[in-house]
């Protein structure tokens, strides 16, 4: 049996798609799309990616790095007006997104875009079907 969600969203694409013979058909088109989608090899990684990046904090601190190459927490601390605690939670994050490293040098850590990652993120994009 459907749910009322799935009947109300049923109704709504046969209206949209009303020049469809099998809308059966269809549905299990787009649901095929969907799973080959979450299938493909750098879907996750991806994922990781636009998640790491969709912080504005940790866009700007991607972005400063793209600018400056290498920058320590007190600078970013400096330049976002944010506390170092902060400012390592989002460091944390683009790590984890493989995006960037840390660099020991003395008694600071400076960070950098992992160049490696970048070239396969921008690989990566550019497989994505663009259509119009």
Known sequence: MKSTIELKQLKALAECKADYKDLNKYVADLKRLKHE???????EDLLKV?????????????????EKGEMCICE????????????SHHIQK?????????????????YRIKKESAAQIIHQLSQLNISN
């Open 37 to 43: 989608i979450e299938q493909k090899f750098y879907f």
């Open 76 to 87: 970013f601390s400096i330049a976002l007006g944010k506390s170092q605690p902060t400012i």
């Open 50 to 66: 636009y998640k790491a990046l969709s912080d504005k904090n940790r866009l700007l601190i991607f972005e400063m790095l793209l």
């Open 94 to 110: 683009l790590e984890a997104a493989n995006l960037i490293e840390g660099i020991k040098s003395g008694k600071f850590i400076h």
